[in-house]
């Protein structure tokens, strides 16, 4: 029982373009969500984070949209460099005290 | 200056066999966390204490005791290792969970745990 789909495994993108990554939701009683990224043999690092009171959080060349009646949100990374390159892995919590879940991760390759 | 470390890095050994994966966090956290990535790649928490105490045991085989010694440290002692137990478990650490920055988590580098 999947609580955070991320559908996509894999993502190839150019240089300089913009990156999408997404992922839906199915618990509606999710009200924070993150985004990490995990390079090989490294432990995932926390990226960016989005309460549901907002839908859009921007840093830097990272932004964070959610969509709180689709249960989907998207992560875009403008522009993309080459060292964007690694998984993706959406996070959702109850911000009652209860566990991330976390999704399967989609793996993104930014092509020089 | 590693922020969340573990030892070792990789372990291979026998079904059967009893073995521990430690981690320690120098960032003054009070939340320490073990995660296990298995074959399908999902990445699931398997405890969490705060402040050495047992917060979230989520459904984990009696065969895993983990001990928090004091609130950097926090261990993984496995029993009767099986073939199941092979994936990749990650140590990780926030500020007290009930608060977004407690969902900021630091990952150590994980440790692959390789059973034959």
């Known amino acids: 029982d999947q609580q955070v789909k991320q559908n996509s495994p894999s993502l190839s993108v150019q240089e300089g373009r913009i990156s999408i990554l997404n992922c839906d939701y199915t618990?509606?009683?999710?009200?924070?969500f993150l985004w990490y990224k995990k390079y090989p043999a490294e432990g995932p690092t926390f990226l960016i984070s989005i309460s549901s009171i907002k839908d859009k959080n921007e840093d830097g060349r990272f932004t964070v949209f959610l969509n709180k009646s689709a249960k989907h949100l998207s992560l875009h990374i403008v522009p993309s460099q080459p060292g964007d390159s690694a998984v993706y892995f959406c996070a959702a919590a109850n911000s009652g005290n209860t566990p991330l879940v976390f999704g399967k991760g989609t793996r993104l390759s930014v092509i020089a | 200056d590693t922020a969340v470390s573990q030892t070792p890095k990789y372990l291979v050994t026998q079904m059967g066999n009893d073995k521990s994966i430690k981690c320690e966090q120098n960032?003054?956290?009070?939340?320490m966390y073990w995660y296990k990535q298995d074959s399908k790649k999902f990445l699931k928490i398997m405890f969490s204490y705060n402040n050495k105490e047992l917060i979230i045991n989520e459904t984990v085989p009696n065969r895993f005791s983990p001990k928090s010694p004091d609130k950097a440290h926090l261990n993984l002692h496995i029993n009767s290792l099986e073939l199941g137990d092979s994936a990749v478990y990650f140590c990780a650490s926030s500020h007290g969970l009930g608060s977004a920055r407690g969902y900021e988590q630091y990952f150590g580098p994980g440790t692959r745990l390789t059973v034959t």
């Open positions: 960032l003054g956290h009070d939340t």
């Open positions: 618990n509606s009683m999710f009200d924070y």
